[in-house]
């Protein structure tokens, strides 16, 4: 079977946070969850957000996907090297902003 670990990273600052006037919130990663409902049933999936759990460096994985924001750019870089160096696949990715062509 083939394991694929999505990882979201810890940033300095903590989880996304937004404040007004009237409440506040953190805003939960969204885009691992559903990349793992997305992904065909022959592929285990696990999820681990640096923000609750560590990272195991040690469980074996084939495929290892990190949602990246600008300010866990730093931390994912370092996590991806962490992985490359054992020879597992890196993918990155984040949401993009701005107009689509």
């Given at each position: ?81 962490q992985y ?18």
């Amino acid at each position: 079977m083939i394991r694929l670990l999505l990882i979201v990273p810890r940033s300095k600052r903590g989880n996304i946070f937004i404040k007004s006037e009237k409440m506040s919130f953190n805003i939960p990663p969204l885009s691992p969850p559903l990349l793992a409902a997305l992904t065909p049933k022959n592929v285990d999936v696990e999820i681990v957000d640096e923000n609750v759990d560590e990272i195991d460096y040690k469980i074996q994985v084939n495929l290892v996907g990190i949602s990246v924001l600008t300010m866990t750019a730093p931390r994912s870089y370092e996590i991806a090297d962490q992985y490359r160096i054992k020879g597992i696949p890196v993918v990155l990715g984040g949401i993009r902003y701005g107009k689509q062509a």
